[in-house]
């Protein structure tokens, strides 16, 4: 069965500093996707990046890094030099290809407070 | 390109009545998948509909429901509401399967079952 871990409830930071946010991931399957997505307060959620389970090459996009690790199961969210805005709820989601029922589980989320 | 959209945004209702919630799918996208947030249980797949037909189903009673229309606009029912049907119930879609391409959620309905 598929599941997917946010061990971290809520983080706080001072603005400009470094934080990673972890997600484990559980599947069988070989193919699968991971999904960031992030949940402001206003409720909608924002896709941040997709990765395929054949693609472990590390990813940057601008303040934010994803560290994707196969061995360890687990594809950790960096945000680098925080802002205020950064403030939100951040969900890592599962896809397993070979499931029939195709669907996406979320974990629980990290709550992230960037403190100015 | 417009977003997705749902309606209402806000909804109050009574323990018993029913409800439909309303989504419109970013133009060109033909999944479309319902997702209720709570507190205590999260995230959690309602269910999934593709060129009119539910793929899959999440665990949910009966009482939930939903159905999309030719122009991939979706809809999803609740009957005989529960006090615990409360919640941000999200709309997202999604090109084709969910899997193979990333979902653009819309901002939610607020359901309060009083």
């Known amino acids: 069965a598929q599941k997917v871990t946010q061990a971290q409830t809520e983080i706080s930071v001072v603005e400009k500093e470094d934080v990673t946010l972890d997600c484990v991931y559980e599947?069988?399957?070989?193919?699968?996707?991971l999904f960031w997505y992030k949940q402001p307060p206003s409720g909608e959620l924002v896709f941040l990046i997709r990765?395929?389970?054949?693609?472990?090459q590390n990813e940057i996009s601008g303040r934010y890094s994803w560290n994707f690790q196969k061995s360890t199961s687990s594809f950790n969210f960096t945000i680098t030099a925080s802002q205020v805005v950064d403030s939100a709820v951040y969900f890592c989601?599962?896809?397993?290809?070979?499931?029939?029922?195709?669907?996406?589980?979320f974990g629980k989320g990290t709550r992230l407070h960037i403190l100015p | 390109k417009a977003g997705v959209t749902q309606t209402p945004r806000y909804l109050i209702k009574t323990r018993g009545q029913q409800v439909t919630l309303s989504c419109s799918p970013i133009?060109?996208?033909?999944?479309v998948s319902w997702y209720q947030q709570t507190p205590g249980q999260g995230l959690q797949f309602l269910f999934e509909?593709?060129?009119?037909?539910?793929?899959n189903k999440g665990n949910f009673p009966g009482r939930f429901s939903g159905r999309q229309f030719s122009n991939s606009r979706s809809e999803m029912n609740v009957s005989t509401l529960e006090l615990g049907d409360s919640a941000l119930y999200l709309c997202?879609?999604?090109?084709?399967?969910?899997?193979?391409?990333?979902?653009?959620f819309g901002p939610g309905t607020r359901l309060t079952v009083t």
């Open positions: 997202a879609s999604s090109l084709a399967s969910t899997g193979l391409y990333e979902q653009y």
């Open positions: 990765r395929n389970s054949f693609d472990e």
């Open positions: 509909y593709f060129s009119e037909t539910q793929r």
């Open positions: 599947t069988r399957d070989t193919t699968y996707y």
């Open positions: 133009s060109g996208h033909r999944s």
């Open positions: 989601a599962l896809s397993e290809a070979e499931n029939r029922d195709d669907k996406i589980i």
